[in-house]
């Protein structure tokens, strides 16, 4: 069954609920990325798997997470660790690569409320994926942090962004390399406690420069 990617700096109050919904047979992994609330040692109580990733770093965090998690189960997922998505969502997304009809599955965010996800941070997800459509193809509606595909695909292809660009470099060279990559709708509630990436205009500016940086490096 998959192993589930959970980068994390500073999410000690999300993580019980988030681990407690965890599918049966889906193992957490969770990436600590720094934190100082004692995130890691709260997902050790609950039976994660945690790997330190004291290089700060969203992408930094998703590849410790990726390297730790076990190359016999095959298949990887990745999610947020802010409570905003529900782990129950992990078993469609990672459904079609587990049955080989997928190589490379993302789940498309619906927010649940306006304020689950604030507008600056919506228009730049659809500037991007724009950009994605335009350089590849690939026709999507989200570069969300919920997906799944095959672990030791994930590792060759190379991808280098350590930082924020992580999650569109994957799909950028994912598309290069001829995947089969599908979209499936998930819920998107608001985070447990303070935002520090897409709840912020300052967050977002950040994602979006290191994302830029990766379409230029594409182009």
Known sequence: MPHVVIPVLNEAAA??????????????????NGST??????????????????????GAACWAGLLAADPADGVVCFMDGDGSLDPADLLGVAAPV???AS??????????????????????????????????????QDIGPMRAARRDDLLALGIEDRRFGWPLEMVLRAAAAGWRIDELPVPYSPRTGKSKVTGTVSGTMRTVRDMSRVLAAAS
């Open 15 to 32: 993580l019980p609920d988030l681990l407690a919904a965890m599918p049966p047979g889906y193992t957490a992994v969770v990436a600590d």
């Open 98 to 100: 587990l049955a080989g």
């Open 103 to 140: 190589d490379l599955v993302l789940g498309a965010r619906r927010p649940t409320t306006p304020g689950a996800w604030p507008l600056h941070a919506r228009m730049a997800n659809r500037f991007l994926a724009f950009q994605i459509g335009r350089r590849t193809g690939r026709r999507l």
């Open 37 to 58: 609330d004692g995130s890691g040692d709260v997902a050790r109580r609950l039976g994660a798997v945690v790997v330190d990733q004291p290089v700060r770093g969203f």
